[in-house]
């Protein structure tokens, strides 16, 4: 081979080890803010249909708390005196908020009216302890009951589907086909199901190394977060169930990249939030893929 045809290839390789480099780049998280709003063991967040509010589950308070997205500066409350054990909260197309009222046993519905919530329905079934709730656009709500250890359908208030040999099951999420991600907490790993509640996928083992999986959040790509309770991290899960990234260093702390039995996150474009629950705050992110 020439001396001219060695450099090509040279360079044609090392041309190719450079774009394989960049493809296998994980990616990076970088801290923004935290609030400094006095939150009690705060769960799952969700964010306004603008993404101008952030919904707080704040349990200890037996609330919901309604921080800006921006500033997580406090805004406003619902729900105390009415609620206990709040862990999760999910809206429909009306913009009514379904609040899993946790040591209550049931979901609470509250009409919102910019500032004010008021209380105009409740769901009760075969569940106890609700800690994820679910409003699923095919007009089913899906709750998961952490203490009967079960997910039920309900449609128009009647229970339609279950799916039951679970433990403590925590938050629903819906997946871009339709189908629903479930955190399966005390059994370390995340389901797929189908509407009818039919186990779909399991995302599990060494791969992923869970440990009290909690809230989750699915991005457009179809990826998925998950706030990792007792690894203190949230990890990040491409849409072919390839592990990413880490957010956290794995030791119960409080800082940039340290997290506490982290609990909830959400996230709009770039930016991830999360309950820092041991902590008793919520923080954000800024992620880089």
């Given at each position: ?18 774009a ?15 609030s ?69 046993g049931?979901v609470?519905?509250f ?81 797929r199901?189908?509407p ?94």
């Amino acid at each position: 081979m020439d001396m001219r045809r060695r450099t090509l290839v040279a360079g044609l390789a090392l041309a190719l080890l450079t774009a394989d480099t960049l493809a296998v780049e994980p990616p990076t998280f970088a801290f923004e803010h935290a609030s400094d709003v006095t939150l009690s063991n705060p769960h799952d967040v969700k964010l306004s249909a603008d993404g101008r509010h952030l919904y707080v589950s704040d349990v200890g308070s037996g609330r919901v708390v309604v921080l800006d997205a921006d500033t997580l500066q406090l805004r406003s409350s619902f729900g105390a005196g009415k609620l206990s054990g709040t862990h999760d909260i999910d809206f429909d197309a009306a913009g009514r908020a379904y609040v899993a009222d946790t040591h209550n046993g049931r979901v609470a519905i509250f009409e919102l009216q910019q500032d004010r919530a008021m209380l105009v329905g409740e769901l009760r079934g075969p569940i106890a302890g609700p800690e994820g709730v679910l409003v699923h656009p095919n007009g089913m709500i899906y709750v998961a009951g952490a203490w009967s250890h079960n997910v039920v359908a309900f449609r128009d208030g009647e229970p339609v589907h279950s799916l039951h040999g679970l433990s403590a099951p925590h938050d629903l999420e819906l997946a871009a086909n339709g189908d629903l991600w479930l955190a399966d907490a005390g059994n370390d790993r995340i389901l797929r199901l189908s509407p009818t509640l039919q186990i779909v996928a399991e995302l599990s083992g060494p791969a992923y190394a869970f440990d009290g999986v909690r809230y989750l959040d699915v991005l457009p790509d179809g990826a998925l977060l998950a706030a990792d309770k007792n690894s203190h991290t949230v990890k990040l899960i491409g849409r072919d169930g390839k592990l990413l990234a880490r957010l956290g260093n794995g030791r119960a702390g409080r800082g940039p990249n340290v997290f506490t039995t982290p609990e909830g996150v959400d996230s709009s474009g770039d930016r991830v939030w999360i309950s820092d629950s041991g902590n008793d705050r919520v923080v954000r992110y800024r992620m880089r893929r």
